[in-house]
C-alpha cells in the first residue's frame, strides 16, 4: 500500500481512492492541481497497484490497512473521501464499518454493480483479459486510445499515459480487484450518522445507476453531469470546472 499526502496542511482532509486498474497519478492527473490548492490530499495506491511486488487481495483486506492509515495518522477521521468508479466501493465501505469517520462520501459515477461468487467468477474471467490485453501489441494498444479518445474526449497525453498504466499491473491483482469487488456489497437505505453519501452522476452511463445510488442509500445527494463514465478526470476543463465546483459544495468549501 502506498500512501501520499500532498495539498495544503492544515485544510480540509480529502482522500482519493483510485478505480479499477489504475493508480492515484494516472486516475487523478488532470485535477490534482485544482485539488491540491483547497484541500489537504491524501493519495492512496492498493497493494498491487502502488508498484511493489504486492498482489491485491481483496476489497476488505485493503479497506483495513485504509483505515489502519487514518487512525494511526488523522485520528480517524477525514472531512472528505473521492473514490473514482470502483473506489466507491472503498469509499462506500469505510463510511458503512464505521472504523473511521467520513463527513462526505462522494462517489465518483461509481457502478456499484454487486453479485454473487458464480457471476462475479465468470464476469471476472471474461473482464481481465480485456483489460490486460490493451498493451500486449500495438494495434491494441492505437485502439484502445483512439476508443478513449472517443470516449472520453482525452488528449494523446492522457489517452497514452491511461493506456500505459495497464501495463504495470499483474493480472492476478487486477483479477482479485475486479471479483472481490463485485462480492463486496452494500445493504439497502444504507444511513450514517454525521456522513453524507454525494454522488457524482454522469447521465450518460444509464438511469439504473441513478436507481443504485437510491436504493442503497437513504436521500444521497445525487449530482447530475451531462458526460460520459468519469469524463470529468480526462475530458478537459469543461467536464472537469463543474464537478470540482460541486465538489467544493460538497465539502462546503466553496470560496
Same mark, same amino acid.
Given at each position: 500500500m502506498q500512501f501520499v499526502e500532498k495539498g495544503i496542511e492544515n485544510e480540509k482532509t480529502l482522500l482519493l =481512492?483510485?478505480?479499477?486498474?489504475? +493508480?492515484?497519478?494516472?486516475?487523478?492527473?488532470r485535477v490534482l492541481p485544482e485539488l491540491e490548492k483547497k484541500y489537504h490530499l491524501i493519495c492512496v495506491n492498493y497493494d498491487g497497484?502502488?508498484?511493489?511486488?504486492?498482489?491485491?487481495?481483496?476489497i476488505i483486506t485493503v479497506t483495513e490497512k485504509i483505515e489502519k492509515y487514518i487512525i494511526e495518522n488523522h485520528n480517524g477521521k477525514v472531512d472528505g473521501a473521492l473514490g473514482s468508479s470502483l473506489g466507491g466501493t472503498f469509499v462506500g465501505q469505510l463510511a458503512v464499518r464505521e472504523k473511521i469517520h467520513i463527513d462526505h462520501a462522494i462517489f465518483g459515477s461509481s457502478d456499484l454493480d454487486q453479485s454473487g461468487p458464480v457471476s462475479a467468477k465468470l464476469q471476472s474471467m471474461i473482464v481481465t483479459p480485456l483489460?490486460?490485453?490493451?498493451?500486449?501489441?500495438?494495434? /491494441?494498444?492505437? &485502439?484502445? /486510445? /483512439? *476508443? *478513449?479518445k472517443k470516449m472520453f474526449e482525452m488528449?494523446?497525453?492522457s489517452a497514452e499515459t491511461f493506456v500505459e498504466c495497464?501495463?504495470?499491473?499483474?493480472?492476478?491483482?487486477? &483479477?482479485?480487484?475486479?471479483?472481490t469487488d463485485l =462480492?463486496?456489497? =452494500?445493504?439497502?437505505?444504507?444511513?450514517?450518522?454525521?456522513?453524507?453519501?454525494?454522488?457524482?452522476?454522469? +447521465? @450518460?452511463?444509464? @438511469?439504473?445507476?441513478?436507481?443504485?445510488?437510491? &436504493?442503497?442509500?437513504?436521500?444521497?445527494?445525487?449530482?447530475e453531469f451531462d458526460m460520459q463514465h468519469e469524463q470529468w478526470l480526462f475530458g478537459g476543463e469543461k467536464y472537469a470546472k463543474p464537478v470540482l465546483e460541486a465538489i467544493d459544495d460538497m465539502m462546503d468549501n466553496r470560496d
Open positions: =481512492l483510485p478505480g479499477t486498474c489504475c +493508480n492515484w497519478e494516472t486516475n487523478f492527473m497497484f502502488d508498484g511493489s511486488d504486492a498482489i491485491f487481495p481483496d483489460l490486460t490485453g490493451v498493451t500486449k501489441n500495438m494495434a /491494441k494498444r492505437n &485502439k484502445a /486510445k /483512439k *476508443l *478513449l488528449d494523446d497525453e495497464f501495463s504495470g499491473f499483474s493480472v492476478e491483482s487486477i &483479477k482479485n480487484e475486479y471479483y =462480492l463486496t456489497h =452494500l445493504h439497502n437505505d444504507t444511513y450514517v450518522e454525521n456522513t453524507t453519501f454525494h454522488f457524482i452522476y454522469a +447521465n @450518460k452511463m444509464g @438511469k439504473r445507476y441513478k436507481k443504485r445510488y437510491l &436504493k442503497y442509500f437513504r436521500n444521497p445527494d445525487i449530482r
